[in-house]
Each structure stands twice: as C-alpha cells, then as structure tokens.
T-cell receptor, first 115, second 116 residues
C-alpha cells in the first residue's frame, strides 16, 4: 500500500538527548513536511523540503534539524536545544509544493515525550 | 502571519443530522486554496476536502461540502447525515505562499461529538 510511514509511534527520551524521528513515503512525492502539534492546538510547520538535498525552515525551526538525502525519506532530529520538545509530530508529503491545489497527505504521527 | 479562526472549540450533533463547522481566515494572497482535515483520537490527519480560490462552485466530497464565501474569507464545512465515526477534531487549513512554494497554516480546530 502507498503511504507515509512514521516511526516510532511512541518515543521517550531523557532531557538533553537528541532524538531522530523517521518519515518514509512511497508515493513518489517531491515535497515533504514536518509539523508539530501541542495539546489542544493546530499544527505548526517545522521544516519542509521541495526536492532532494534542499529544505527550508518553517515557523518553528529552532532546535530542530532535517536532511533530505533521498526522495522518499525526510528524518527530523529534535536536538537538545529544543526547549520544550514534548509534542506530537506529524510528517506529510505532496506531489509538489509549488502549486496551491496539491493535496498534502499525512502520516500517523509520532508522540515524543521528554522526561 | 496568516490568521485562521475556528470559533467553535466544541460542537455536538445528533446522529443523522447535518452540522456546519465555521472557518474564517485572512490572506492577501489571491491564489490561495483551502483544505479541511479530520483528526480522530488516533492522531492521524485525514484529508477531507479542498477548495480553490478560483473555483466557481463550492467543493463537495460525498457527505462533505464547503460553504465558500470568498468575499467574507470564510469556508465553512458542512457534514450531512452525521455518523458516530465523524466524532473527531476538524481543522481548517488555508494555504499560504512563500519562497516559491505553498504551505498549510492550521486553525486550532473544532471538536465534533456525534450523539447517538
């Protein structure tokens, strides 16, 4: 089945540790995105990538890093510089980011809890 | 920054009845589009319906339709014949343009509860 796979679903980490969230898609989409969701809130954009080896900061990029070495993969690293990393993280993809009609599809999300 | 307003934090609807979820937004971008997503308690975001700003007719997808009023910058989601499985959070998400691409901006959502 085609789709977006995020792993792990649940992740616990100690404060001060870096953690990497995986996102893989087999939809042959060029654009990929990372969003953060806090309880009772909408989603906020962390990073996005329109093409391999290129990515741009979103609204809340501080304390996060990404890479886009392969079209199908867009991992997100939550670094120790992120002051409040506990949240629900959603990865998404679309055919392209350059047109307003391209539907953006989401993975099932990853819950990160920092203790 | 683009502002999206979903004025109903929570709503209740009787099963088989119709319900309207409100969404207003501000944008100066003339070529925007707007999406609605459903988020059940499992957390995944499910695409429901899309409205292009230049579309002449309101978008419809099965039981979902949009009451799109471009001049008022509102795009209310209408769910007809509500089902128990419709209980979820619903997010309005207009597109905003920047750096040669489009990204979604999300409202805070409306929690819909369908009563048997």
């Amino acid at each position: 089945d085609g789709g977006i796979t995020q792993s792990p679903k649940y992740l616990f980490r100690k404060e001060g540790q870096n953690v990497t969230l995986s996102c893989e898609q087999n939809l042959n989409h060029d654009a990929m995105y990372w969003y953060r969701q806090d309880p009772g809130q909408g989603l906020r954009l962390i990073y996005y990538s329109q093409i391999v080896n290129d990515f741009q900061k979103g609204d809340i990029a501080e304390g996060y890093s990404v890479s886009r070495e392969k079209k199908e993969s867009f991992p997100l690293t939550v670094t120790s510089a992120q002051k409040n990393p506990t949240a629900f993280y959603l990865c998404a993809s679309s055919i392209g980011a350059g047109a307003s009609g391209n539907t953006i599809y989401f993975g099932e999300g990853s819950w990160l809890t920092v203790v | 920054a683009q502002k999206i307003t979903q004025t109903q934090p929570g709503m209740f609807v009787q099963e088989k009845e119709a319900v309207t979820l409100d969404c207003t937004y501000d944008t100066s971008d003339p070529s925007y589009g707007l999406f609605w997503y459903k988020q059940p308690s499992s957390g995944e975001m499910i695409f429901l319906i899309y409205q292009g700003s230049y579309d002449q007719q309101n978008a419809t997808e099965g039981r979902y339709s949009l009451n799109f009023q471009k001049a008022r910058k509102s795009a209310n989601l209408v769910i007809s014949a509500s089902q128990l499985g419709d209980s979820a959070m619903y997010f309005c998400a207009p597109l905003r343009s920047g750096a040669g691409s489009y990204q979604l901006t999300f409202g805070k959502g409306t929690k819909l509860s369908v009563i048997p």
